[in-house]
Nanobody
Framework: QVQLVESGGGLVQAGDSLRLSCAASGFTLDYYGVAWFRQAPGKEHEGVSCISFSDERTYYADSVKGRFTISRDNAKNTVYLQMNSLKPEDTGVYYC?????????????????????WGQGTQVTVSS
């Protein structure tokens, strides 16, 4: 089955850190960009960060700049999201989606529907 598998979520306290993983299953991430989105209960998908394949350029939502870092290990077919200084408003289900490399840019963070192969997501809960 071709999909991305998210993992690494959990219940943490404000100020803690988590590292999420996004592993490709059934295909290679080579030549694909990857974006992380999150969805809080009752809210729309919110773009968090994205990374290209060609030059590993990265983009972040203003709400996570300086706290989150996206990276990729192509040898492991995996993209990571390091989340530091977590806040209660970071709570939600985090999903990763693949996208054409040319689509990687700040505008992709507003277009969940331009990504594909997303998995079941991983829950992140930050308590105050």
């Amino acid at each position: 089955q071709v999909q991305l598998v998210e993992s690494g979520g959990g219940l943490v306290q404000a100020g803690d850190s988590l590292r999420l993983s996004c592993a490709a299953s059934g295909f290679t991430l080579d030549y694909y960009g990857v974006a992380w989105f999150r969805q809080a209960p009752g809210k729309e998908h919110e773009g968090v960060s994205c990374i290209s394949f060609s030059d590993e350029r990265t983009y972040y939502a203003d709400s996570v700049k300086g706290r989150f870092t996206i990276s990729r290990d192509n040898a492991k077919n995996t993209v990571y999201l390091q989340m530091n200084s977590l806040k209660p408003e970071d709570t939600g289900v985090y999903y990763c989606g693949a996208a054409g490399d040319d689509f990687i840019g700040p505008s992709l963070l507003a277009r969940w529907d331009h990504t594909f192969y997303w998995g079941q997501g991983t829950q992140v809960t930050v308590s105050s």
